[in-house]
């Protein structure tokens, strides 16, 4: 059973730069697509990132964020990494990172329904 564990969240000043690291255990993360996701009470959980599988290249970023995150994989750790940067107060939210099994080298969604493993949540917080 892979189980993910996020951390690296915490206060920062708008403007500034944050990564978020998940360390996977259970399972190597060789076939499995990641993505990252964020929610905020009373809001829906929003798609944030994805990569896919080790095989492949294809990541996709929300709109809000492209430019500004970065999503990353490192195989040797079974980690997977989000890089944000010049945040904003609009990117508060507790960050989730998620993955799914997929052989494919393309699949990539930030389609959180498709996802059956989750972290817990990290809480991110950009204010002055």
């Known amino acids: 059973q892979l189980q993910l564990v996020e951390s690296g969240g915490g206060l920062v000043h708008p403007g500034g730069s944050l990564m978020l690291s998940c360390a996977a255990s259970?399972?190597?993360?060789?076939?499995?697509?990641v993505g990252w996701f964020r929610q905020v009470p009373g809001k829906e959980r929003e798609g944030v990132s994805c990569?896919?599988?080790?095989?492949?290249?294809?990541?996709h970023y929300a709109d809000s964020v492209k430019g500004r995150f970065t999503i990353s994989r490192d195989i040797s750790k079974n980690t997977i990494y989000l890089q944000m940067n010049s945040l904003t107060p609009e990117d508060t939210a507790v960050y989730y990172c998620?993955?799914?099994?997929?052989?494919?080298?393309?699949?990539?969604?930030?389609?959180?329904?498709?996802?059956?493993?989750w972290g817990q949540g990290t809480q991110v917080t950009v204010s002055s």
């Open positions: 998620a993955a799914e099994q997929s052989a494919r080298p393309d699949d990539c969604t930030l389609d959180a329904g498709r996802y059956r493993y």
């Open positions: 259970g399972n190597t993360l060789d076939y499995y697509l």
């Open positions: 990569r896919s599988n080790y095989f492949g290249i294809n990541t």
